[in-house]
């Protein structure tokens, strides 16, 4: 049930990434919208991590919590800022959805 809390946490922080770029691009009242999602997105996305990391190590769920929000952001950018694909950047994502999987293959 932890991992899943995490995975929840991991995915609220990509929301509140997206709320940050969202709130770039808009103007006038729509912009306080944006941040009032960024702020609330952060408080779940840190709540739940303050919670498994109750049950699971601290360094383990702050890189699997951080590694979630790196990738999803990443790929946020890239479906909804346009920002560019490129071959290393793919690659490198890659990489650390490896990590992420091995992370919670080895924790207990």
Known sequence: ?????????????????????KAKETQG?????????????LLISMGLLIKVTQSLPIGTSYAVWTGIGAVGTV??????????IEFWRIFFLFTLV?????LKFISH
Request: with cysteine; aromatic share 26%.
């Open 98 to 102: 490896l990590s992420i999987i091995g």
């Open 29 to 41: 009242y729509e912009t306080y919208y944006w941040y009032l999602g960024f702020f609330l997105s």
């Open 1 to 21: 049930m932890n991992w899943i809390l995490l995975l929840i946490a991991g995915l609220f922080e990509v929301v509140f990434a997206f709320c940050l770029g």
């Open 75 to 84: 790929l946020i950018g890239i479906l909804f800022f346009k920002e560019p």
